[in-house]
């Protein structure tokens, strides 16, 4: 087997974890590849990319990859737009289910509840901090708010220490034991897109372009759709 030196190196947004996980990596492998794949938000990866690490290609939200192809970081004929992304909720497994149906909705929802998680630096969090003041809610919210500073929010639901998970769907339905309500309505929604492209100088190029072949033939489309998830291509 090949050694971790031979490996693909990838920085990706948590947003694809589900569709890896469940089929674009096994497929990868299946094909003769092999992938080594450092999960984190978007912003923690721009940080790491400026603080000089490296990798073969890198999978982060569009605006983000539109700023590193304008400093010349990747190289742009690579890129590939592969996913959108909408923000929802979730709650722990067997509760029951709040009415986010609507803004007034949604608003009575995070007031009433216990705790809501949402993350500091991941996409969904960054936008869900910027929400609350618009929906004269950030005092009321951020009291009681579970903020973690990356990774899943669902995860404090099965631990009890939130009632409400805010993230994009594809991330909240990663976790086991949760079950997730809805998409935000849509006055307060935000639908993302992410892209991939191989950056320059990486040691494995024709792995990473193997690699982002596989982000949009028809199977990986089919693993987007079931891990909540909307092909771009």
């Known amino acids: 087997m090949a050694d971790e030196q031979q490996a693909t190196r990838l920085k990706c947004a948590l947003v694809v974890r589900g569709a890896f996980d469940a089929y674009v990596v096994p497929a990868f492998a299946a094909a003769g590849g092999r992938a080594a794949i450092d999960w984190a938000p978007t912003a923690v990866i721009m940080k790491a990319l400026e603080a000089g690490e ?19 970081k990747v190289e742009p004929e690579t890129r590939v737009d592969a996913v959108r992304s909408r923000y929802g909720i979730a709650v722990k497994a067997g509760a029951a289910h709040p009415d986010i149906g609507s803004v007034e ?10 705790s809501v998680a949402y993350s500091r630096t991941g996409a969904s969090g960054i936008y869900f901090a910027g929400l609350l003041p618009r929906l004269g809610l950030e005092d ?26 805010v993230q994009q769907i594809s991330e909240l339905m990663v976790v086991p034991g949760i079950e997730v309500v809805g998409p935000f309505p849509e006055p ?25 072949a596989g982000l949009t033939t028809p199977e990986a489309a089919a693993a987007y759709r079931a891990s909540g998830l909307e092909p771009a291509f």
Do not use: C, W
């Open 54 to 72: 490296t990798a073969d290609a890198v999978f982060v939200l569009s605006d983000a990859m539109d700023r590193l192809i304008a400093a010349g």
């Open 105 to 114: 909705a949604l608003k009575r929802t995070l007031v009433a509840a216990r």
């Open 140 to 165: 009321a919210v951020n009291a009681r708010a579970t903020i973690i500073p990356q990774g899943f929010t669902a995860e404090k639901l099965v631990s009890g220490e939130a009632d409400i998970a």
């Open 188 to 212: 307060v929604q935000e639908v993302t897109t992410f892209a991939a492209a191989i950056l320059r100088g990486a040691a494995d190029r024709d792995g990473a372009l193997r690699f982002l």
